[in-house]
């Protein structure tokens, strides 16, 4: 098993085309890097201070306070066939990958904590911090992750891990929880990840073509201004 990281700063970048069924590829405006913002910015004011010009208009905001705390929503009318989001994963994975093997998910932890972008990337994701983490999921993971046994038969890969990272248990868990929260089953997504899950879609994903090609979001229909973009987990 193997994961690719990925420096946040140079990959983790997405694209958004306004309205592919009326213009042509060469002709859509791009909205680059900081699409959606932070929480704490104005719900009308996403675009970061490194904004695009006048005439590059982001077509999703982000919310607080829905699903994992944060959902994304049409800025105005997006019609079906729009590319909503082109990204590539700050972690990648194989398709498939076992998760609910405790190794797999320790070396990925691993992984994650070992270079510090990468780990921060992670801080944009639900749990955001170790006060986010609800208890029956803390419990649970700790769980999982303390009684998983090494290629030696012993036990308590955790606290080692611990050790190893110089990282409290606690932190290590709640890098445990993005991945069980966020991850898809290519990989790990900053801004897709915002993206909630419906029983009744208005936007499918798709997985990357090649392992350095972007995940793509088109809608699927019609989406009113300031409906919240889903999509099927």
């Known amino acids: 098993f193997s994961a690719i990281i990925r420096v946040p700063d140079s990959n983790c970048r997405f694209i958004v085309f306004h309205n592919l069924l009326q213009n042509s590829m060469d002709n859509s405006k791009v909205v680059m890097d900081s699409m959606f913002g932070s929480d704490s910015e104005d719900e009308t004011d996403v675009i970061s201070q490194k904004q695009p010009k006048a005439s590059e208009i982001a077509i999703c905001k982000v919310i607080p306070g829905v699903g994992g705390g944060r959902g994304v929503f049409a800025k105005s009318r997006i019609e079906p066939g729009t590319l909503i989001i ?13 998760f609910s093997d405790p190794s797999t998910l320790i070396n990925t932890i691993r992984k994650i904590v070992s270079i510090p972008l990468t780990l921060n990337t992670s801080r944009n994701l639900y749990p955001q911090t170790v006060e986010d983490m609800k208890p029956e999921d803390y419990d649970k ?50 801004q897709q990840c915002l993206i909630n899950h419906s029983c009744y879609p208005n ?23 300031n409906q919240e973009i889903c999509i099927c987990y």
Not at 204 to 223: A, G, H, L, M, Q
Request: proline residues 3%.
């Open 86 to 98: 082109a990204e590539n994963s700050f972690v990648d994975w194989k398709n498939g990958t076992d």
């Open 203 to 225: 936007c499918v994903k798709f997985n990357p073509k090649t392992p350095f090609s972007p995940s793509e979001i088109w809608s699927t229909r019609v989406i009113e201004k």
């Open 141 to 190: 993971m700790h769980s999982i992750l303390n009684n998983n046994e090494n290629e030696n038969g012993n036990e308590n890969d955790l606290n080692q891990l611990s050790i190893d990272t110089n990282m409290e248990v606690k932190e290590l868990i709640r890098v445990a929880l993005v991945l069980q929260h966020n991850g898809f089953q290519c990989g790990l997504y900053e």
